[in-house]
């Protein structure tokens, strides 16, 4: 019973290194989301997918882009990191078929640095 | 302005004391909120949930909105060390779709 898996754990990076982070959930879920979590911010939605083969931005796209590979796979990934992307970042997944529709459910996140 | 305001702590109270934790918003389109509970070095899970006004009780746990004066709280009964954590309010309103806006979170410890 796994639910969202997230990989790597940790990660760091140089400045202008590119990297994909990966998410992959066992739920059946419709929707999946990448938020990404700083000090004193609260959880900020980069990008999300509402549904296989569609993808939307969110309040934080700048420097991301996205791909949702099949209904369990949402990818995020950086072309050109930079110091303003370290954060700890999350997948979370949800279920529109159901009446709540809003409860997601959260992947244990990445870690990442960018030096 | 943040949509939605919470206070970060830090929170420190005894064991079995009554804890509440709130936050206020501006979007008066939210219907739908929620509390998360977030442990170190884990992602948020799902504690309460509530739809428009009024109180809902689990266990320990009361989650109250009051949707006119744009405000949300949570309470914890008998406190216990085990629900030393950080305390995430979210919500959304309409068809937003799984777009939640978070509160900063509240770190709380509850210590023997």
């Known amino acids: 019973n796994a639910g969202v898996t997230q990989t790597p754990k940790f990660q760091v990076l140089k400045t202008g290194q590119s990297m994909t982070l990966q998410c992959a959930q066992d739920m059946n879920h419709n929707s999946m989301y990448w938020y990404r979590q700083d000090p004193g911010m609260g959880l900020r939605l980069i990008y999300y997918s509402a549904s296989e083969g569609t993808t939307d931005k969110g309040e934080v796209p700048n420097g991301y882009n996205v791909s949702r590979l099949n209904k369990r796979e949402f990818s995020l990934r950086l072309e050109s990191a930079a110091p303003s992307q370290t954060s700890v970042y999350f997948c979370?997944?949800?279920?529109?078929?159901?009446?709540?529709?809003?409860?997601?459910?959260f992947g244990s996140g990445t870690q990442l640095s960018v030096l | 302005q943040k949509e939605v305001e919470q206070d970060p702590g830090p929170l420190s109270v005894p064991e079995g004391a009554i804890v509440s934790l709130n936050c206020t918003y501006s979007?008066?389109?939210?219907?739908?909120f929620m509390w998360y509970r977030q442990y170190s070095r884990k992602g948020p899970e799902l504690l309460m949930y509530t739809y428009s006004s009024g109180n809902k009780e689990d266990g320990r746990f009361t989650a109250q909105v009051d949707k006119s004066s744009k405000y949300i709280s949570l309470f914890i009964r008998d406190s216990q060390p085990s629900d030393s954590a950080t305390y995430l309010c979210a919500m959304i309103g309409g068809t937003s779709y799984g777009k939640l806006t978070f509160g900063q979170g509240t770190i709380l410890t509850v210590h023997p």
């Open positions: 979007n008066s389109a939210f219907q739908y």
């Open positions: 979370a997944s949800s279920d529109h078929n159901r009446a709540a529709n809003e409860k997601l459910f």
